[in-house]
Nanobody, 124 residues
Framework: QVQLVESGGGLVQAGGSLRLSCAAS????????MGWFRQAPGKEREIVAA????????YYADSVKGRFTISRDNAKNTVYLQMNSLKPEDTAVYYC?????????????????WGQGTQVTVSS
């Protein structure tokens, strides 16, 4: 079992930045693909970014390309999401997810483990 705990969410003005962290416990995530998803009220959960086990391959949703950066520190068993130039439409609950595979995974149903989420609110 892998337990995931997100942190770093909060309220920020448009144009601001936040850094989300996802701390894993229970097992080392060095052989896990990791992803960040978000879900706004009344909307489906959507992929934000994903990263392969080694960090060499990444994926970003078109809506966040050039603004968000996913990274991982396997020694710390932690994955990060740096979010810059935030927009009100980025407001959502952000979730971290893990799957025991070496490739990048972009669909939510492929992930085995999920965190509880952290709220990100961007004011205009």
């Amino acid at each position: 079992q892998v337990q995931l705990v997100e942190s770093g969410g909060g309220l920020v003005q448009a144009g601001g930045s936040l850094r989300l962290s996802c701390a894993a416990s229970g097992r080392t995530i060095s052989t896990y693909a990791m992803g960040w998803f978000r879900q706004a009220p009344g909307k489906e959960r959507e992929i934000v970014a994903a990263i392969s086990w080694s960090g060499e391959r990444t994926y970003y949703a078109d809506s966040v390309k050039g603004r968000f950066t996913i990274s991982r520190d396997n020694a710390k068993n932690t994955v990060y999401l740096q979010m810059n130039s935030l927009k009100p439409e980025d407001t959502a609950v952000y979730y971290c997810a893990a799957r025991h595979t070496l490739v990048v995974v972009t669909t939510p149903y492929e992930y085995d483990y999920w965190g509880q989420g952290t709220q990100v609110t961007v004011s205009s």
